[in-house]
């Protein structure tokens, strides 16, 4: 930036860094140094996490199940408050996109690796172990099943997001601050974002969203590998994961280094339409009006239950309920705090323009009746064939296999292997796509908010993402993926909290502003809107007088004469003594 002098302005600039020093080492050097641990020592590294995550669900399990409870009271609050008029943006900012582009742009947000790996796996687990003290028929067990899967990919989801979208998009496109996580605590904070607090805050979210990263990517590279091995071409194992990973990550690589922009556009908009497809064939081919009457009757249920599966928290079924909370919620709230930096900055990037109500709505309803659409009909789907045969998603034994159970499932249906490598690709696509965008996201946070970091940073954190997910898988595979998730929310949930508190400054500051502003606006004409005291009387407004003449005459009573001692009548003198004496705009 240019230097002030006593003459004027230098012609001296300093150069720019490429990394924000004290984001990126500390954030390189614990995931490497993790990535080292799990690797060289697996079986350690297996049961330190086995320990973290059974302490974690022990102490920390009803604090996650809260604050997911409060980001939703925030994010309706803040939305539907006097709140929601502020624009994320510049008073004359319009909307970037259409209201259209804008919700198919969220839907992307929506679309991800979980939800092709979880799509089939997870409604088909809770009908088959159902919550401890869930109880019923086999079709009372079906609809809960479906209604938990919603709980957890449903609003609390997106409320997280909505804490880290709304703020980042309202710092970056209404205060136009660089893109870093730090700057949605500048209403808190003040100036110290800009030092070692604001370092720290980057540091967890960058640590945070690698992890979040990782997660989704070990969870696909597992379920390609059970699609590759339903299809017959290889047999699932250790060591081809991480061939895979490697293979996918030299794709990543490619995009990354060669400035293929435009192909990550197209690759993720190939996704969309393939991922649509895959509905509209099983609504098709499938038991179509058990589907869409399942749909309808599966969201009245999470509606009505709601407030209950939201406070859950197993407090009456002991160890195995803290077993079955560690697997499932737990690991979804932590799995979407510590993604939520990178969705947050997605959606936040694509609102400017977009009032703060209409952000709260659209990333609320839109993405979560596309997720519901989406679980009621493959998860619909496996749940029929359960019910109503031909059965065998679930083992003898109450076991799914969450991985295959979505390929086990497209085996029953026609085209069925035609379905089952179009699940691949989508998946593999996802990878690529999630690979690139997350390298993107986690350079911006480590270059200091740089809209297009250097590109050798973008390839570095694509490595050492790849890196992290195969070492999650080598310490334990989808146990160590959930429980890094559980553990890296811990202390990022604590920053999220401070972004509420942050937001809410912020925008009371925006409120206030406005009402003076407001005020000042009016103030010459205030007087006449309100009665206020001003610098020449204001004349009286047609049929004032008439009525001051008459309430006077209510006030003296019947036996006040028409006509005065000195022979005036009355309704001039009192028009006279109105003239005299002008009123004192008391209101």
Not at 58 to 81: K, R
Request: glycine share 12%.
């Amino acid at each position: 930036m240019p230097t002030e002098t006593s003459n004027g302005p230098s012609t001296t600039s300093t150069k720019t860094p490429e990394v924000a020093t004290w984001v990126f080492w500390p954030a390189a050097i614990v995931v490497l140094l993790f990535v080292a641990f799990a690797i060289l020592l697996p079986e350690s590294a297996e049961a330190l996490f086995a320990g973290i995550q059974s302490s974690i669900v022990s102490n920390f399990n009803w604090y996650y199940v809260l604050i997911a409870a409060f980001f939703v009271v925030f994010s309706l609050w803040v939305g539907f408050s006097r709140f929601g008029d502020i624009k994320l943006g510049k008073d004359d900012d319009e909307p970037e996109f259409s209201m259209g582009s804008w919700f198919s742009l969220l839907f992307a947000a929506g679309m991800g690796i979980g939800l092709v790996f979880y799509g089939v796996g997870e409604p088909l687990s809770h009908f088959a172990n159902p919550r401890p003290g869930v109880e019923g028929t086999a079709n009372q067990l079906a609809s809960q099943a479906l209604s938990q899967t919603y709980l957890h990919w449903g609003v609390h989801a997106w409320s997280i997001y909505v804490v880290i979208g709304l703020a980042l998009a309202y710092a970056i496109h209404r205060k136009g601050r660089s893109v870093s996580i730090r700057w949605a605590l500048e209403p808190l904070l003040g100036k110290r974002v800009r030092g070692g607090w604001g370092n720290l805050i980057d540091v967890i979210a960058l640590v945070g969203t690698l992890f979040g990263v990782a997660t989704s990517l070990g969870l696909g590279v597992v379920q390609i590998s059970a699609g590759l091995e339903s299809a017959g071409i290889i047999t699932a194992s250790e060591f081809g994961n991480i061939i895979l990973i490697l293979i996918i990550t030299g794709g990543v690589l490619f995009s990354v280094l060669s400035g293929v922009a435009k192909g990550m556009k197209w690759l993720s908009n190939i996704n969309l339409v393939l991922a649509g497809l895959i509905v509209l064939f099983l609504l098709v081919v499938g038991p179509t009006q058990f589907l869409l009457r399942d749909f309808v009757q599966s969201i009245g249920a999470y509606l009505q239950g709601f407030v209950g599966l939201s406070f859950s928290v197993g407090a009456f079924t002991g160890a195995e309920g803290e077993a079955w909370q560690a697997t499932w919620t737990t690991f979804y709230w932590g799995w979407w705090i510590s993604w939520a930096p990178f969705v947050g900055v997605f959606i936040a990037r694509i609102s400017r323009g977009r009032t703060v109500r209409q952000f709260v709505t659209g990333v609320l309803l839109v993405p979560t009746l596309i997720t519901f659409l989406w679980f009621s009909v493959l998860g619909g789907t496996a749940l029929y064939s359960e019910l109503n045969g031909p059965g065998g998603l679930v083992g003898e034994d109450g076991t799914v296999n969450v991985e295959g159970a979505l390929f086990a499932m497209f085996d029953q249906l026609p085209a069925g292997s035609v379905l089952t490598i179009g699940a691949i690709i989508l998946i593999a696509i996802f990878f690529v796509t999630s690979a690139d965008s997350g390298a993107l996201v986690m350079s911006m946070f480590a270059s200091g908010g740089q809209v297009e970091p250097k590109r050798w940073i973008r390839a570095f954190f694509a490595c050492v993402t790849s890196a992290l997910a195969i070492a999650l898988l080598i310490a334990g595979g989808l146990q160590a993926l959930q429980t890094a998730a559980i553990i890296i929310a811990l202390p990022f949930s604590v920053v999220m909290l401070l972004i509420c508190w942050a937001t809410g400054l912020a925008f009371g500051r925006e409120h206030r502003a406005f009402e003076r502003a407001q005020r000042a606006a009016l103030l010459e004409h205030i007087g006449d809107h309100y009665g206020l005291d001003t610098d020449e009387a204001p004349a009286p407004a047609p049929g004032a007088r008439r009525m001051s003449i008459f309430r006077r005459r209510q006030h003296r009573g019947p036996a006040t004469s028409a006509t005065t001692s000195t022979g005036t009548p009355a309704a001039e003198s009192a028009e006279s003594a109105e003239r005299a004496e002008p009123p004192t705009g008391v209101l």
